[in-house]
């Protein structure tokens, strides 16, 4: 079983026991031991001991043993057995957590969506905890599931997210306000939104924001909170008074993981921590904190950027006082990789130099797709060597920027590259991917990239896993052999800045790069527009802990010149 496999295993394990009400250190076990297995850069069947694993003791380390080598465990085996398998989609709906589906099976008899959204809602609110609006929510979500089940990308969710941003930060009660949840965090793909606010007016806000146009449907509205339907989109807006603001933007960032590590740092420290604040133990007292930096200063920690905010060993970075000196947007001076209308893109040389003139770069490399890729009408050699004279001709017209010829190539089924050596020598930058025969096993397709980057010409590998987020599964690779074989061929590795794409992915590239692998972050646009996807990949390189050094596209031109020029 692979990795990813393995992760939806354990994390199914924590839904089912929540359902059935376990204790919640077993819950929470089965859930960190997930998040350990998706940080791990090499398979699980490589590990000797798991219990080397950050939170995975004897228990969890029997199960995931069991998983990787495609036996059922147990536990998995009990749970499935007597919980019903379509309680795990409900929980899938927005703002509906196992515990309250464990309650809806065992009091309403629900055992599935279709059967939920059946459901009176005066049935559910009838129950204990349950109100009227909740009960409406719950049920409304089940009724149109389909939906809303689609997780956003980044370009998505970041366009809703600041549109909505802009409507309450332009409102005259509104002092201070910011998304928070997973979209500050970067994630890939974006399940909901929440929006974090600072008023003295907080009711009027809440009134005027159900009121927005964007509002379709209002499923909760409070003083101090308003829950809405926007384009299919849950979107959450909690509104505090300004001295409170830091200790809820900071509730409603961290993933899950950090927010409890830091809460049990907090306890040790005799110091509870909540959305309200931070209060002695056991007085309930809760003192509000303005800013996310003065609540970790408070705490004895440097501030942590919401990125890192995943209990992947930040904390003990802030305490230590190395966290990363992460890199940013402005960090980056080139792209490596676009395309042209000499392939399949859009936009021409000129307009795609012109474009990142505006953006403030010092080189952009073209990358049209070889010959062999026929669907993306993929250059002939004849017709690459126009492609590099009309470069060339460009790059003599822009003063203000650096055009280079390279080319995206393809690794073909046994390794080979798309071009004979004579023709890659005489490109400036080589991008290798693989666009075909995805199906042919992880030890074939390790091979086959493997092959690729002993080749002196080839600088970098393009989205090294080929997933593409909503449609594709990343293709078997074994992409720890792949890490170590870039940093022994000097090789670099491209996070990929396409949205649909963000490949490689987080746990790699800070593998990768703990390796002293270097990467390339590289927008794969097609059109000018896509050149403004940069930040979404410098976003995955800050996740993985990435500073500026290590990225081959953060070099000045002069310095990225002597590294083209002395070769590999």
Request: aromatic fraction near 6%; charge should be negative; proline fraction near 4%.
């Amino acid at each position: 079983m692979q990795n990813n496999d393995i992760v939806r295993a354990l994390e199914a394990i924590a839904t089912l026991m929540e359902i059935k009400d376990e204790a919640y250190y077993r819950v929470l076990g089965y859930q960190r031991a997930a998040e350990s297995v998706a940080a791990l850069g090499r398979p699980a069947t490589e590990v000797e001991d798991l219990t080397t694993l950050p939170h995975v003791g004897a228990t969890t380390a029997a199960v995931i043993r069991d998983l990787a080598e495609d036996r059922t465990p147990e536990i998995l085996a009990e749970l499935t057995n007597e919980i019903p398998a379509g309680l795990v989609e409900i929980t899938r709906l927005p703002s509906v957590g196992p515990r309250t589906v464990g309650r809806l099976w065992k009091e309403l008899g629900v055992t599935n969506v279709e059967e939920l959204a059946a459901v009176d809602p005066e049935q559910i609110a009838s129950l204990k905890g349950f109100g009227k609006k909740s009960a409406e929510k719950i049920v409304h979500a089940a009724r149109t599931y389909n939906a809303t089940e689609r997780r956003m990308l980044l370009d998505e969710a970041s366009a809703m997210g600041e549109r909505i941003l802009s409507f309450v930060r332009s409102h005259p009660a509104t002092q201070r306000a910011e998304i928070g949840g997973s979209l500050r965090r970067m994630k890939e793909t974006i399940g909901d939104l929440d929006i974090v606010a600072a008023s003295e007016d907080p009711a009027s806000l809440a009134d005027d924001f159900a009121e927005a146009p964007f509002a379709d449907e209002v499923l909760a509205h409070g003083p101090k909170k308003v829950f809405i339907l926007s384009g299919g989109t849950e979107v959450d807006l909690r509104i505090v008074e300004p001295e409170a603001y830091g200790s809820l933007l900071h509730h409603f960032t961290g993933g899950q993981a950090h927010n409890i590590a830091l809460r049990e740092r907090a306890v040790k420290m005799g110091i509870n921590i909540s959305e309200y604040g931070l209060a002695e133990a056991g007085t309930g007292d809760y003192r509000p904190v303005a800013t996310e930096e003065d609540l970790y200063s408070r705490l004895g920690l440097a501030y942590i950027p919401p990125e890192l905010r995943e209990d992947a060993g930040e904390i003990e970075a802030a305490e230590r006082g190395t966290l990363p000196d992460l890199v940013s947007v402005e960090d980056v001076r080139g792209d490596l990789h676009v395309h042209t209308n000499y392939s399949d893109g859009k936009g021409t040389i000129e307009s795609m130099a012109e474009a990142a003139i505006a953006l403030g770069y010092e080189y952009l490399v073209f990358c049209d797709h070889s010959q062999s890729l026929r669907v993306a009408n993929g250059l002939s050699p004849e017709r690459l060597k126009r492609k590099m004279d009309a470069v060339r001709a460009a790059d003599e017209k822009y003063g203000e920027i650096h055009l280079l010829c390279g080319s995206e190539v393809d690794i073909l089924r046994d390794g080979s590259l798309d071009y004979e050596d004579d023709v890659l020598a005489e490109l400036d930058f080589v991008v290798a991917s693989v666009h075909t025969s995805f199906g042919v096993g992880e030890k074939a397709m390790t091979e086959r990239i493997v092959r690729a980057m002993n080749n002196p010409h080839v600088r970098t590998i393009g989205h090294p896993t080929g997933r593409i987020l909503n449609r594709r599964e990343p293709y078997e690779v074994d992409v720890s052999r792949v890490i170590l074989e870039a940093a022994a061929t000097n090789t670099a590795l491209e996070v990929n800045a396409y949205v649909d794409r963000l490949d490689l992915s987080v746990p790699y590239v800070r593998e990768a790069v703990g390796m002293g692998v270097s990467i390339t972050i590289d927008t794969d646009a097609h059109d000018e527009r896509a050149l403004g996807y940069m930040k979404y990949g410098v976003s995955q390189a800050r996740r993985a802990w990435v500073e500026k050094g290590s990225v081959i596209n953060c070099l000045p031109f002069d310095e990225f010149e002597k590294y083209l020029e002395r070769g590999k």
